[in-house]
Each structure stands twice: as C-alpha cells, then as structure tokens.
C-alpha cells in the first residue's frame, strides 16, 4: 500500500496494542500502540509506511495522529491502571516542541488521563538534527509529566555518551537479534554496558522482540524491568485484563530464580573448594626467599586449575614475573612483568580489601583473556597482608566446573 493510499483510507487505519509487562508487579504496566491498516489482503501493519524515509513527514504525522486519537479513546474506556506507549517520529515531533502532542493529552485530562501515564517512544537514529535540542525536547516532555523511552537502543547508531545526553526515562532493547548470529561475547558486553549505564542515570530497561523463553531469562538476568514480545503476548485489538501474565510470570521467574541460584552456588562452591587447596598447597610449600621461585613451586601444585600466576602488593604491583603453564605441562617465567601495575583494573583495590578483611581467596567474574582471547575466571589469594597469588583459571576447566556464565 503507497502512503497515499494510507492516507485516502485513514478510517481504515487503527491501532494494535501489544502489552509490556513488569518484572516487578508481575502485571501488565503498559501497551505499545502499533498502527495496523485494513488492505483488501487482510490487515497490515503500518511499520513500513512510518519507517519509509520517502514518506513525507505530515503524512506520518497526520496518520499518527489519527492512530493516538483512537487508542486514547480506548485507554479512556479501559479500567486498569496502565501505560500506553505512544511511538513519535523525533523530526515531526520538533516542529511544534512537542506541543501538539501535549495538547491532544491535555484534552483527554477531564476524562480522567494523567500525562505520567504516556510514554513516547523515539527513535534516536532518525533524529536529522542536533542531539541537544532533542535533548531539550526530551526535557520538555518531561517536565509536562510525559515519559520518554528511548526506543530501537543498541541497533541503530546511538552511543553511549548520547545516551548519557538524552536521560530518557526508559530504553527499549531489541532482544530480537539473539535469535541469529549476533549472540557473540561483544553482543553480551553491549547489552551490560547497557544495564550499567541505564543504573547510573536512572532509566528502566525495556526488553523487546522476546520470542522464546531462552530470550526472557536472558532479558531478566540482564536486569529487563519490562517485557515485551510474541512469547508474552501478540499485538491485538483490545487490552487486556491487568493480572493476566502473573500465574505465568511467577512460574517462568521462579525456574529462572532456581537457575540463577545453582550457577551461583557452583560459584560459592568452587570458590571454597580453591580457597582449601590453596590453603593446603601454602602449608606444604616451604617458603623461598626468592620470590619467584616461591611462586613456580606453588605453580606446580595448581596446574590442574591454573595457567597462570602471578604475585602482587596491596597497591597492585606486581612481585614477580609471570608464571604461566607451557603446551607439554611444565611452568616458565615472564620476568617482564614483574612491576606492572594492576590497580586501574575493575574492583582491583575493592577485592585486596575484601581479602584482607575476609582473609580468603576470590573468585573473579567471567572475562576475556587479552592475550588468549578465552573466557576465563581468576582466583586470588591473600598470602599476607600485603601480598596477593592471582591465578588465571581457563576456560576448559571453568566449564568442567560449569561456573562458566552465558
Ligand atoms: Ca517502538
């Protein structure tokens, strides 16, 4: 359908309303209004016609409209508490700062309609303009009430620090391309930075495009506040009762729950199972002046877990050279590193506290190797108060022990 039959065939156009649910309340806490067209081939979305960069923007702007008119209506009608996700194009939107769309809200006030309970989805990548008027645009709406989700974050081109600029109220994630080939490290790392990032500037994460369970465990462990997707429920006509996804939501988050526990005790486990070894290893293993060859002896008793070894100080410096197993099994040294400093490496400082104040061993998180490019863990140990063993577990025997994390 061309955007000028669209247009021509405006009573024919309404809304969908696909339901978000909260990972909090386990109840429906939204709906995102999505634009269908009845077409003598059935019913068609509206995507197309909205994402088409040659479709003038007032004809967008006036076929939006129309949707928002009705789905206000109908939100009026609908009993329960909710939010409704309205998508605005950034370009259309600016010529008037927002102001339209404020007033068409502001219209529907007596009938009951708080402006808190909108939330406008924007797409940042189709913003042609500078980054501080939407930002000024996003802090308008805010200051009338209206959320602002960031939508399509991590597809399109936005970067962090635009983010950052931005402070929207939520960000939409599109959980969509874990399905193909993207379920790659840097994939996993995007979406962490992510969740760090939406902590620090206080917005909520959105998970959408969730098709299958895997993907909802996925969302919630990457701290999702909000669910959206086919596995949860389709675009429809109507809405919903509020509490229609809690039996099933507390059933999915409780196996996620079991789950989420048995890696981590396998953590604990493993954790404490090192700390006895290496505890036993230190007493049998009589101390030599040298350093380093202190440290190799040590080596060779933990070369069934370790491929690397090395001694630092409480500031991070390192001791020693590196210890680290050759292919036939047997140990060498690196002495250039002997040193380095390690402090500027994450939870560094925090973790020799920790050691001193525990007096025990720590197994770190799940990282990649700069030199080997693997996915491996580290042990450290405090071996007084003012010397630390850090062992580098690889990766074959992490998932051996299953304390490997996807
Ligand atoms: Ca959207």
């Not at 500037?201 to 919630?220: K, P, S």
């Not at 402090?343 to 197994?363: H, Q, T």
Request: charged residues 25%; contains cysteine.
């Amino acid at each position: 359908m061309d955007a000028l039959d669209v247009l021509m065939n405006l009573q024919k156009a309404f809304p969908y309303y696909q339901p978000i649910i909260s990972a909090d309340g386990h109840n429906i806490f939204g709906y995102e209004v999505l634009g269908r067209i009845e077409t003598d081939e059935g019913i068609q979305s509206l995507g197309p016609f909205f994402h088409d960069p040659h479709v003038p923007d007032e004809y967008k702007r006036e076929v939006n409209e129309h949707l928002v008119k009705i789905a206000l209506e109908e939100f009026m009608n609908y009993e329960e508490e909710t939010t409704l996700f309205i998508n605005v194009n950034p370009n259309t939107m600016m010529e008037d700062s927002g102001d339209k769309l404020i007033e068409i809200l502001s219209s529907y006030e007596n009938q009951g309609l708080k402006h808190n309970q909108i939330v406008v989805e924007i797409k940042e990548h189709e913003y042609r303009g500078d980054i501080s008027r939407l930002a000024h645009l996003f802090r308008y709406l805010q200051t009338h009430g209206i959320k602002v989700a960031l939508d399509d974050v991590g597809k399109g081109s936005s970067n962090l620090d635009r983010i950052g600029i931005l402070e929207p109220n939520l960000l939409k994630v599109d959980i969509h391309s874990l399905k193909k080939k993207q379920q790659t490290l840097a994939y996993h790392g995007v979406l962490y930075s992510l969740s760090l990032l939406a902590r620090k500037i206080g917005a909520d994460l959105v998970f959408e495009g969730i098709e299958t369970n895997h993907q909802m465990h996925y969302a919630w462990r990457n701290h999702g506040r909000y669910f959206q997707g086919f596995f949860l429920a389709k675009p429809d006509r109507t809405f919903l009762p509020g509490d229609y996804f809690k039996d099933r939501f507390r059933q999915d988050i409780h196996q996620f729950i079991l789950m989420e526990r048995r890696k981590i005790e396998a953590q604990y486990e493993l954790s404490s199972r090192l700390n006895e070894y290496i505890q036993k290893v230190l007493k049998e293993t009589k101390k030599n002046q040298d350093l380093d060859y202190w440290m190799l002896d040590i080596a060779q008793k933990v070369s069934e877990f370790c491929f690397r070894i090395y001694i630092c100080d409480e500031d991070g410096f390192q001791q020693t050279g590196n210890g680290f197993q050759k292919h036939d099994g047997h140990w060498a040294l690196h002495p250039d590193y002997k040193g380095k400093n390690w402090s500027w490496r994450p939870y560094f400082i925090e973790n020799i506290i920790r050691m001193n104040d525990e007096r025990k061993g720590i197994l770190s998180d799940v990282y990649s190797d700069i030199e080997t490019g693997e996915l491996i863990r580290t042990f450290s140990y405090p071996l007084n108060r003012s010397q630390f063993l850090f062992m580098d577990l690889p990766h074959a025997y992490l998932y051996e022990h299953d304390v490997i994390a996807w």
